[in-house]
């Protein structure tokens, strides 16, 4: 893979982000003031649970531009994350302070993706 050829998955991913972002955006003023029934409330979640996968696209994409093999195990989510925070996992770039405050999208598409309930 080229250089340019990441940018461009890359920014098909953020393409993809905000599309689901705008989803959301619309879905909450449709929902302005009123209770959201289950539908609404699995279609927020699975509009969340997307934003979160997208962000994890792109960091498997740039280890796969480096050639740097994905973490395995219970903790693999996590430890790709971590890769991407000060110090870094080299040649993987930094691109989050580690304080970032993803862990509860990690942590609710956990969720989203292995339950029948919120």
């Not at 003031?33 to 498997?60: C, H, V, W």
């Not at 994905?70 to 580690?98: A, Q, S």
């Amino acid at each position: 893979m080229t250089a340019k050829e990441l940018c461009e998955e890359i920014n098909i991913e953020i393409e993809l982000i905000e599309s689901i972002l705008q989803e959301l955006s619309a879905l909450l003023r449709d929902l302005s003031g009123k209770d959201p029934t289950m539908r609404e409330k699995i279609a927020a979640a699975a509009f969340i649970a997307q934003f979160y996968s997208g962000i994890e696209n792109i960091l498997k994409r740039i280890s796969h531009y480096y050639s740097v093999t994905l973490p395995t195990g219970d903790t693999w989510h996590i430890d790709l994350f971590k890769r991407f925070c000060e110090p870094t996992y080299n040649p993987l770039p930094v691109l989050f302070d580690e304080s970032l405050a993803l862990a509860p999208y990690r942590k609710f598409r956990h969720v989203v993706y292995h339950s029948y309930v919120f």
